[in-house]
């Protein structure tokens, strides 16, 4: 590949996720603090996202896959998305808010497939290369986060105006991507193969359904962190917060590099349980942790993010690529994606913000929640997965072919 198009490809990759990270981490404060919605109305605003997990496969695999260039496809939507950035960043009340979220979602999520999909296609080996053009949308993600942290916008609505500036500049810069053809035009296809539902055979294995009902579990409390950590720092009164748990992307980016010695030393049973040990000791710092004399409780849950993804999030999807059936592949990959980051994020959201409420307290103005039992309630359901896993699971053999499993994990990897 020629050293301008993986220049591109790389800045492709770290302004998508710019746009994300811009907005994805402060949601929950924004929503909670400055508008002061409730924590159901918080969890639903986030479940757009989920929503959008679950419609973005019918888009990219029945649109975007047979009628139209995917650079092109780019440059629409993100040009699309920066107009409602613009709009949900004048909303103040929940109905806009929330349908002007569920339309920028439905914009935005089918671009992660698009963009992986567009590199892929121009990749010679991409189990070698895929890993070193994606890091950069990890990179992209912490830059904006230091970024916002230092400006002090976490709570205030210009991180969505600095989202739609950056959608702006990709969709121009989209056009200038290497052209990419649809690559599956002129050939039919169905919804059933569109969602993966091919790979349902897979269920009759009782540690692959074991695998896939915990997958859909561990998201809710992996949702509690996304959709109020951020939130939950603020309320604390810790500054840069955005900026700080950017190093948790960092940590993503070491484990990431580490997987592929790990993976051919240690059981999938095993990592996925080590996995599931750092969920919940991460819920355990950030209960017990405050911003003095335990501040070091916050950064050591936030380092814990790699190990908490990778071992169990990253390992599932080779795990999944491993155990499918060579022309299941792609099909199972599409399922535990529609599993876990559509219906189980979605669950998440909902039971998160019903949660935040329930630990919420008023009291004329004065709004008062117990982030400690919140944290702890989120602790014993990452337990509680992880006992699912240990006695339920059979799954005891080990990656065999890590590098060109990475290659598929990483192409269905959101984040």
């Not at 830059?143 to 976490?154: F, K, P």
């Not at 335990?294 to 990778?310: E, P, S, T, V």
Request: contains cysteine; aromatic residues 14%.
């Amino acid at each position: 590949m020629p050293i301008a198009d993986r220049i591109r490809l790389s800045f492709m990759m770290f302004l998508n996720y710019v746009i994300w990270g811009s907005w994805y981490v402060t949601l929950g404060a924004y929503l909670t603090i400055h508008l002061k919605f409730t924590g159901i109305e918080a969890g639903l605003v986030f479940g757009t996202s989920s929503i959008a997990c679950m419609v973005s496969p019918f888009f990219v695999g029945l649109i975007a896959d047979r009628f139209f260039a995917s650079e092109r496809v780019l440059a629409v939507l993100h040009l699309l998305g920066a107009v409602f950035l613009f709009l949900v960043a004048r909303a103040t009340s929940f109905a806009p808010v929330y349908g002007l979220m569920l339309v920028y979602c439905l914009c935005y999520f089918p671009t992660i497939a698009l963009t992986n999909s567009l590199t892929l296609q121009h990749l010679k080996n991409p189990a070698r290369d895929f890993p070193l053009i994606r890091v950069f949308g990890t990179l992209g993600w912490i830059a904006i986060g230091v970024t916002l942290g230092r400006l002090g916008i976490e709570t205030s609505p210009s991180f969505f105006l600095l989202a739609a500036g950056a959608s702006v500049a990709m969709s121009l810069f989209s056009l200038t991507l290497p052209h990419t053809p649809p690559p599956s035009k002129g050939q039919s296809v169905t919804i059933r193969q569109v969602l993966g539902l091919d790979a349902l055979v897979m269920f009759k294995r009782r540690s692959f359904a074991v695998f896939a009902v915990a997958s859909i579990l561990a998201c809710i409390p992996l949702t509690f962190y996304f959709s109020f950590t951020n939130a939950y720092l603020n309320d604390l009164h810790v500054s840069n917060a955005a900026g700080k748990m950017a190093l948790g992307q960092a940590s993503e980016v070491i484990m990431m590099l580490l997987m592929p010695f790990i993976l051919g030393r240690v059981s999938v049973k095993s990592i996925l349980v080590m996995g599931l040990v750092a969920w919940s000791a991460r819920y355990l710092l950030l209960s017990y942790g405050n911003p003095d004399s335990r501040m070091w409780m916050f950064y050591a849950a936030i380092l814990l993010h790699g190990i908490c993804y990778d071992f169990f999030f990253m390992t599932g999807q080779l795990y999944t690529d491993q155990e499918a059936p060579p022309h299941l592949r792609s099909a199972a990959q599409g399922l535990i994606t529609f599993l876990t980051y559509g219906l189980g994020m979605l669950m998440g959201s909902l039971i998160a913000g019903r949660a935040v409420d329930y630990f919420t307290q008023t009291a004329g103005t004065t709004v008062t929640r117990n982030w400690q039992a919140f944290w702890l309630i989120s602790a014993l359901t990452a337990f509680l997965i992880l006992l699912l896993i240990a006695v339920f699971f059979r799954g005891g053999g080990k990656i065999h072919s890590a590098e060109p499993a990475l290659e598929s994990s990483e192409a269905a990897n959101a984040g």
